[in-house]
Nanobody
Framework: QVQLVESGGGLVQPGGSLRLSCAAS??????????MSWYRQTPGNERELVAS????????SYADSVKGRFTISRDNVKNTMYLQMNSLKPEDTAVYYC???????WGRGTQVTVSS
């Protein structure tokens, strides 16, 4: 069973920064062989893909709404993925989830609130 645990969310003022982490574990789960993604969701809306990374982290992609402000990265030794979020805006407020790409493994999410 794969376990994904997000952390690093919180309350931040507009223009501020946060770094989210997603720690992966599970018997036999080869983190370094899977692409990983970050999604976010606001009440009443579907989950939105924010950023994705290939297994080695050599190719990444971003939603247009976060391009230039967010950076996805991963440490395949620590089995951890990150999302560095800069220049945060109130519209970035959401629950952020990590997911194994092309697999139905999700974390429980971490709340990010951008407000003054």
């Amino acid at each position: 069973q794969v376990q994904l645990v997000e952390s690093g969310g919180g309350l931040v003022q507009p223009g501020g920064s946060l770094r989210l982490s997603c720690a992966a574990s599970g018997s036999g789960f080869g983190f370094s062989t899977y692409g990983m993604s970050w999604y976010r969701q606001t009440p009443g809306n579907e989950r939105e893909l924010v950023a994705s990374s290939t297994s080695a982290g050599s190719t990444v992609s971003y939603a247009d709404s976060v391009k230039g402000r967010f950076t996805i990265s991963r440490d395949n030794v620590k089995n951890t993925m990150y999302l560095q979020m800069n220049s945060l805006k109130p519209e970035d407020t959401a629950v952020y989830y990590c997911k194994v790409s092309f697999q139905n493994y999700w974390g429980r999410g971490t709340q990010v609130t951008v407000s003054s």
